[in-house]
């Protein structure tokens, strides 16, 4: 066989080779995504209305830092929340006009574990652990007001999905419930339980 033969039957059987080599596998892997991430909350939590009428669906705002090792089977959260109503010209039993405000602050840490991480642009999350939450009522009319505040530890749950809106941007939604709260407002004990839902803006690095 002459020489520029055995080159094409060289050079066909190259071609050959890989065009029967799986696309994927000629394919660069994915990059690993970033351990941590910064989320921002945006939405509103409703407590019991027996407790805390007129306010007690009140918008809310908070920031989550999460870490989830890529060898760990679970993360680690911590996030910090607030929220708060007002109602103006709220008639109380006597007849007269008052304005309420009801405000919370909470502190969270917990555990989290969050699927398909590395496949794929939607991420469904499951979280959960302990809290803290200061609850403050006020009512003010006629010249007088009065306000009381109390804190409680309690246990939280939280699960939403996320969705990749680039390299390092997510957008999620996320729904929380806190419960086994108990605060006492002028002399009354009360629940700070809610339940939560919120727009979530992420970001990784």
């Known amino acids: 066989m002459r020489t520029p033969d055995v080159l094409l039957a060289v050079s066909l059987g190259a071609l050959a080779s890989c065009a029967a080599a799986p696309i994927a596998?000629?394919?660069p892997p994915r990059e690993p995504l970033p351990s941590s991430k910064?989320?921002?909350?945006l939405g509103?939590?409703?407590f019991d209305h027996d407790d805390w009428h007129p306010v007690e669906d009140q918008g809310m705002i908070g920031i989550e830092f999460v870490h989830e090792g890529r060898d760990s089977p679970v993360?680690?959260?911590m996030a910090v929340f607030a929220s708060e109503d007002d109602e103006h010209?709220?008639?109380?039993?006597?007849?007269?006009?008052?304005?309420a405000r009801g405000r919370t602050e909470e502190f969270s840490m917990?555990?989290?574990?969050?699927?398909a991480l590395e496949e794929g642009p939607v991420h469904p999350f499951v979280g959960g652990g302990l809290s803290g939450i200061h609850a403050e009522q006020r009512i003010k009319g006629s010249g007088v007001s009065a306000s009381d505040e109390d804190g409680s530890p309690g246990l939280y749950l939280h699960t939403g999905i996320d969705f990749d809106m680039?390299?390092?941007?997510?957008?999620?939604?996320d729904l929380r419930f806190?419960?086994?709260t108990d605060v006492h407002l002028f002399g009354v004990s009360e629940s700070a339980d809610y339940v939560q839902f919120a727009i979530v803006f992420g970001l990784r690095f």
């Open 25 to 27: 596998a000629q394919r």
């Open 38 to 41: 910064i989320d921002f909350y």
């Open 44 to 46: 509103g939590r409703s």
């Open 75 to 77: 993360g680690f959260e």
């Open 89 to 99: 010209g709220f008639t109380i039993p006597n007849g007269n006009p008052v304005e």
């Open 110 to 115: 917990g555990l989290r574990k969050t699927f």
């Open 166 to 173: 680039g390299p390092n941007f997510l957008l999620g939604f």
């Open 178 to 180: 806190l419960t086994l």
